[in-house]
């Protein structure tokens, strides 16, 4: 293990060529099986460099299942998915202790958030009980059964989808649970010739709907993403670029036509982000633009906005680009 973490610290003077290969060459197994989605790819990516979770919104059939499918495969992770509903326990996801007939003793069944890489499909739709199941995992990494704390093997992302389409039966998400989740980010309809290319692609000589990542490589292990999660985490960021991240968050929150703003999560968050960013492009240091880069998915989510915005057709995406264009951008 030691040998694989040591090929992926960072050079001295930048980061070593076999640190770039890996970040880059896992975004190219991920588009093997995933065409098109280049955007959404990266920022799943970027979530899982800077070892956060991720929520995805899009209307289904967008090959959300197969991205994180994807994903596990290129770094050789187990994989689970949860199909949320409203009469999901959270036992059904953290897992439960059972009386085993056969030793004649009570023994732990462990539910599917053990793995490395989970999907939460249509979180939306089971009620806040079962919703906060996933609090305590996707803060510290543990689950605590009957009392007792079993530590997740890592790395650890979830992957939480949910339809902005469909209202009825869903839950909304209470805010302190989006503010777990890294990044938000929106998935497309794909282009009309990725679109074509991929249907080619799903049923040439395939039967059924099967999700097929045979074309991914395991090109890492699970070793080797937490020695790239420690990477992204000691990239240099100078002062400037904190300050400019903090400048951005405490505009967001004063800005007009914003009800409840992005707290202190945010602008760690935005910094951690921005340090995946940087490493995925390459880079041994954070610049403005690895800021400006990841502020929509990072923000998005952590802002409310007021009612007479919404009614006007204002998103907060919208408000975000005003205020990268009018907070001062650090000169490094």
């Not at 949320?84 to 009386?99: E, N, R």
Request: charged share 20%; net charge negative.
């Amino acid at each position: 293990m030691d040998d694989e973490i040591s090929v992926a610290m960072p050079a001295t003077g930048g980061l070593s060529q076999e640190t770039v290969a890996q970040v880059q060459g896992l975004e190219r197994e991920v588009q093997r099986a995933v065409i098109g989605q280049t955007r959404v790819i990266k920022e799943v990516i970027i979530g899982l460099l800077a070892a956060g979770h991720v929520l995805v919104e899009g209307v289904p059939g967008l090959g959300k299942t197969l991205l994180v499918r994807a994903l596990a495969a290129a770094v050789g992770g187990h994989f689970s998915r949860v199909q949320f509903t409203p009469d999901l326990m959270p036992s059904d996801i953290s897992g439960h202790v059972m009386f085993d007939m056969k030793r004649d003793a009570f023994r732990v069944r462990k539910g599917p958030v053990f793995c490395n890489f989970l999907l939460a499909d249509e979180i939306n739709r089971a009620p806040a009980k079962t919703q906060s199941a996933l609090l305590e995992v996707m803060q510290e990494q543990q689950v605590t059964i009957e009392g007792t704390s079993y530590p997740l093997d890592l790395p650890f992302l979830v992957l939480a989808t949910q339809n902005p389409i469909e209202q009825e039966g869903t839950y909304p998400l209470p805010q302190a649970q989006l503010d777990r989740f890294l990044l938000k980010v929106f998935i497309d309809y794909p282009a009309q010739e990725e679109e074509q290319a991929l249907v080619h692609h799903v049923t040439h000589g395939a039967v059924g709907d099967q999700l097929d990542v045979s074309a991914v490589q395991g090109l890492l292990t699970p070793a080797q993403v937490l020695a790239l999660q420690q990477t992204a985490a000691s990239l240099d960021v100078d002062e400037q670029i904190v300050a400019y991240a903090v400048r951005i968050v405490r505009t967001a929150r004063d800005w007009s036509g914003v009800e409840v703003g992005p707290g202190p999560r945010g602008s760690i968050a935005l910094l951690r982000a921005a340090r995946a960013h940087a490493l995925l492009a390459g880079n041994a240091y954070v610049t403005p633009d690895d800021v400006k880069g990841v502020a929509a998915a990072v923000l998005r989510h952590r802002m409310k906005l007021t009612t007479d915005l919404e009614i006007e057709g204002y998103r907060p995406d919208d408000v975000l680009a005003d205020i990268l264009v009018n907070v001062e951008a650090p000169r490094l």
